[in-house]
């Protein structure tokens, strides 16, 4: 069985500009959830999704953040325009219930520069 | 809120040495713990974890055991081996919870082990 795969491993960027981040959870897993690491602090918890529905938006930093997850298979992460603050490590992770253990991804290192 | 404190690193070590990493929370009810591991170049990965409290999770040779006393959930390894250098985090989630079922974690530890 796959896990978690995310797309791209590296990403540097010029503040301002616009980012993409992709997260293909593991197949059969309806509850999505993006996390991130920022300047090697505690990894905290951005959105969750069941199915294509966004159940917690919570941890959205701001507006310059979009995530969405059509047809609730992959999901994206869109940053736009990027900031230096958003530099970090983006993981995300999925889980066949929501009270289930949850997998993680490699995570994306996302520089802003 | 919810949250996780653990100790900071690096905690360097030499081979075979024993290691404690202290982690303690602070949350309403009664959270799951976690352990999670990640290894240079990999992701997280699910170490241990306790679900209630005096449960002791277990794996690798690695353990913890939730103390609701003491709202802590100490990591320890009697012999720490050179591939056991990597960040570990500590994390609590409250499941069956309308407030979510995301994981809060601590700020990682950093553990490095030298032959």
């Known amino acids: 069985e796959a896990g978690v795969t995310q797309f791209p491993s590296h990403s540097v960027i010029e503040k301002g500009q616009t980012v993409t981040l992709r997260c293909d959870p593991i197949?059969?897993?309806?509850?999505l959830y993006w996390y991130r690491r920022v300047m090697g602090k505690e990894i905290k918890f951005l959105l969750h999704?069941?199915?294509?529905?966004?159940?917690?938006e919570s941890g959205m930093p701001n507006n310059r953040f979009l995530a969405e997850r059509t047809g609730g298979t992959y999901s994206t992460l869109k940053v736009q325009p990027a900031e230096l603050e958003d530099s970090g490590v983006y993981f995300c992770?999925?889980?066949?219930?929501?009270?289930?253990?949850?997998?993680f991804g490699p995570g994306t290192r996302l520089t802003v520069t | 809120g919810n949250s996780v404190t653990q100790m900071e690193g690096p905690v360097t070590l030499s081979e075979e040495a024993f290691l404690t990493i202290n982690c303690t929370y602070t949350?309403?009810?009664?959270?799951?713990l976690f352990w999670y591991v990640q290894y240079p170049g990999e992701g997280l990965q699910l170490l241990l974890k306790?679900?209630?409290?005096?449960d002791k999770g277990s794996n690798k040779g690695f353990e913890a055991t939730y103390r609701k006393e003491t709202t802590s959930f100490h990591l320890e390894k009697g012999s720490v081996q050179v591939s056991d250098s990597a960040v570990y985090f500590c994390?609590?989630?409250?499941?069956?919870?309308?407030?979510?079922?995301?994981?809060?974690f601590g700020g990682g530890t950093r553990l490095m082990v030298k032959p």
């Open positions: 992770a999925s889980s066949q219930d929501s009270g289930r253990e949850q997998y």
């Open positions: 197949s059969g897993h309806d509850n």
């Open positions: 999704f069941v199915k294509e529905s966004k159940q917690d």
């Open positions: 949350a309403t009810g009664y959270p799951s």
């Open positions: 306790a679900t209630k409290a005096d």
């Open positions: 994390a609590l989630i409250h499941l069956n919870n309308n407030a979510g079922n995301m994981l809060t």
